[in-house]
């Protein structure tokens, strides 16, 4: 796959990927790793996980490590072991990608008082207890770079609203945290790639996948749904969201590249600061 980056963009670089053994997350790592960096893929499932790093290994460039921890982000005590084993192997962290979430499509009435508190508390306090974790492990002191990935939900989203107020608050807590942890060379972003049809996102809305999907698609200037190359990288005339590594590695102004992005693409993707 063609790619705009020199090969060794993330020598020596560590970063985690939350949800990282399937979907955007695996595409995020797969992106990173074939950039010569090292990844940490955390996720709930171990086998998922292991699964994953069998299929990252195969597109590691020369210095590129993959390395997969179960970790369920829900568990503060599992998010703090995740830190401490990622920077006990490598040393350092230089990245977050906080990708583990998700959600079901259902009418608010019938959202049940524990799917409203799984949602929220995987999507906003699964974010919030890795950005906390790193900050003391590592990212307080030597700085950092942190992706949110979110949802297009500033306006709402109907079918999603436990996600959507999880995710609205995520890019809340990213400006606050960004504004106080700016001293300490953090910085934080938000992506918000749009609905990917992974088996992740399938196995999440069962039934309702295929009029989720199309109603999706015929929202997308360019009439289709994102495939899952393009979430980490820069192929066949795509701008994507090789934006993360961009984000990451402080490439270029994000909000420059967002722009171009909207105005030269399809608008799927979108970047809040
Ligand atoms: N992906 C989805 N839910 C998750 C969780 N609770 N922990 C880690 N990754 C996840």
Redesign the pocket.
Known sequence: MQRIFAKTLFKNKVVIV??GGTGIGMATAKGIVELSGKVVI???DKARIDEGVEKIKTHCAEGAEVLGLQ????KRGEVSNMLTDTIDKFGRLDGLVNN???QFWSPAENISPGGFHAVVD?NLK?SWNCMQEAYHQYMGENGGKIVNIVLMSEMGLAGMSHSAAAREAVKNLSITLGAEWAGNNIQINCVAPGIFPSETAVAAYGEQSKEIFDKSAANVPKKRLGELYEGANLSEGTLSLDLIPQILFNLTDAVQYTTGWKETLDSRTKLVL
């Open positions: 939350t949800g955390a996720g709930r970790c369920n982000i829900r583990g979430g998700g995987t699964g």
